[in-house]
């Protein structure tokens, strides 16, 4: 099940025997997508209930801007497993192919906004925030971020060693995941946001 941003040459390089291939994109002007995205949980639900293994094809990232929030509380709720496999974003990926760092000594943070949104400092300060090289300052940037008007409650997660086999996951609040994440002692990513609540 693809999007409208995958290239349809990449179906000219798999075996396609035995599987069947469906186009479910929308794009601009189609509305919200809340209808189109409707569908799309059905035919998950459907091919899954069916004993099939579904392939959601995305282009960049699910994670920035690509419905996958939606698509995991979906899936969660119906007791269906998943996977997640991260792709290239296009903020990072044109940007660096463009030869345009999106930081540099000096400039430690990153904002990345939607052009669909109402923008304001509230939709910011409710919006995700990820700390990079976290594992010495957790506590300090969270003081920061409340400091900043971010809620003490929001969701948190310290993630340490991502991706690896010895990847641990730590979820709390804004307030209290420093106290959490114990004898952190790996690479540590940081994310604040609501879309903490969706960690499996």
Do not use: C, W
Request: no cysteine; net charge negative; proline share 4%.
């Amino acid at each position: 099940m693809h999007d409208a941003l995958v290239d349809r040459r990449l179906f000219e390089m798999i075996n396609t025997e035995g599987k069947e291939i469906i186009f479910v994109g929308k794009r601009r002007g189609d509305g919200d997508g809340g209808e189109r995205q409707k569908e799309i949980n059905s035919l998950m639900l459907k091919f899954s209930l069916q004993g099939k293994n579904v392939a959601r094809l995305k282009g960049g990232d699910p994670g920035i801007f690509g419905r996958l929030a939606d698509e995991i509380r979906f899936l969660k709720e119906n007791g269906i497993p998943y996977e997640v496999i991260p792709g290239v974003s296009s903020f990072n990926g044109v940007s660096s192919y463009a030869g345009i760092p999106l930081t540099k000594k000096g400039i430690a943070s990153l904002t990345l906004l939607s052009g669909t949104e109402d923008l304001n400092i509230n939709s910011i300060l409710n919006g995700t925030f990820v700390v990079m090289m976290a594992r010495e300052t957790v506590e300090s940037v969270a003081e920061r971020l409340i400091e900043m008007g971010v809620s003490p409650d929001k969701p948190a997660v310290a993630i340490e060693n991502g991706t690896l086999e010895n990847q641990r996951i730590v979820s709390g609040t804004l307030k209290d995941i420093h106290e959490r994440i114990g004898d952190f002692s790996g690479p540590t990513l940081f994310i604040i946001g609501d879309v903490a609540s969706l960690k499996p």
